[in-house]
DNA sequence: ATAGGCGCCTGTAAGC
DNA sequence: TGCTTACAGGCGCCTA
């Protein structure tokens, strides 16, 4: 499901639910993924944070709960068919569920990422000052990578994922298989401006609910920006801008969509 | 450094 | 209809 828009989407929509709550058990059946959760019995979440695509649940005692949702996983407020996890807090039992079971948990000593190495390296978040033009421009510059790839590596920046990648690129009106190092500081510039943007109406939005429908927020609503996806999925139909089909290939082992003309 | 492939998992849609 | 294949929002690891 999760690129960061439906991230902080179930962590908005958590944080009524669950902050101010004591946790009173954590039920699953998979020691290998959801790693140290008897640790987190009786602690009282005290916030939710994002890092990322990671979620990030401070608990009382020094200790943290951290989420990643794979590419399927997300919290609903009562049992499905893939329930994995079942969260217990006063007054309250959140269900997660993840079908394709690529979502991990770790409950760790607050601050301690030792067990998440991802999260370690994570690059700058998104709308923080440090992902400007001139640092992506340094970053790009460095690479023979297609821009693409540079824009999925979460060490350059944290939560931008295929869907949002691809959208960025044709608001940046670069192709995505342009190689970092000929990506002119413009573009780099086009490009922080593009991630920003489309990520920001994607959580206004509530995130992106794709064909499959796989993606629901907490309440079990899909998100609407599905329909604001210029080339995301597209491939065959017309560029909302020129006309010209949408064209889908390869990169990194992934689907990549772009507009011929629009993007060089 | 980087590309390509596989593995982890399961579900769904498309193709024959 | 039934079977097979491709593909899916992520990420880590291996080989060349």
């Given amino acids: 499901m999760p690129e960061l828009p439906e991230v902080e989407v179930t962590r908005r929509a958590l944080i009524p639910l669950v902050v101010g709550r004591r946790v009173q058990a954590l039920h699953h059946r998979d020691p290998a993924r959801y790693r140290g959760t008897e640790l987190a019995a009786g602690r009282r979440v005290e916030a939710i944070r994002r890092r990322g695509k990671f979620l990030l649940f401070a608990l009382?005692?020094?200790?943290?709960?951290?989420?990643?949702?794979?590419?399927?996983?997300?919290?609903r407020l009562g049992p499905t068919a893939h329930?994995?996890?079942?969260?217990?807090?006063?007054?309250?039992?959140?269900?997660?569920?993840?079908?394709?079971?690529?979502?991990?948990?770790?409950?760790?000593?607050?601050?301690?990422?030792?067990?998440?190495?991802?999260?370690?390296?994570?690059?700058?978040?998104?709308?923080?000052?440090a992902f400007s033009p001139d640092y992506l421009f340094a970053r790009l510059r460095a690479t023979r990578r297609p821009v693409k790839a540079v824009l999925l590596d979460?060490?350059?920046?944290?939560?931008?994922?295929?869907?949002?990648?691809?959208?960025?690129?044709?608001?940046?009106?670069?192709r995505p298989t342009r190689r970092g190092h000929r990506v002119t500081r413009r573009e780099a510039g086009a490009l922080v401006e593009g991630v920003r943007a489309v990520?920001?109406?994607?959580?206004?939005?509530?995130?992106?609910?794709?064909?499959d429908r796989s993606y629901r927020r907490v309440d079990g609503t899909i998100g609407y920006f599905q329909?604001?996806?210029?080339?995301?999925?597209?491939?065959?139909?017309?560029?909302?801008?020129?006309?010209?089909?949408?064209?889908?290939?390869?990169?990194?082992?992934?689907?990549?969509?772009?507009?011929?003309?629009?993007?060089?």
């Fill in 60 to 75: 009382s005692g020094g200790f943290e709960l951290v989420v990643h949702l794979g590419m399927s996983g997300g919290f």
């Fill in 83 to 129: 329930t994995r996890v079942v969260l217990e807090l006063e007054g309250v039992a959140l269900y997660y569920h993840d079908p394709r079971r690529l979502g991990r948990f770790w409950v760790v000593p607050a601050g301690d990422y030792r067990e998440v190495p991802l999260l370690l390296r994570l690059g700058p978040e998104p709308f923080d000052p």
């Fill in 154 to 174: 979460q060490t350059v920046v944290a939560g931008v994922g295929n869907i949002y990648g691809d959208e960025a690129l044709f608001r940046a009106r670069v």
């Fill in 199 to 211: 990520l920001e109406e994607a959580i206004a939005a509530g995130g992106s609910t794709l064909r």
């Fill in 227 to 264: 329909v604001q996806l210029s080339v995301y999925g597209r491939a065959g139909e017309p560029c909302p801008v020129c006309g010209t089909p949408i064209r889908r290939t390869v990169i990194q082992g992934r689907s990549a969509h772009y507009c011929p003309r629009c993007q060089r």
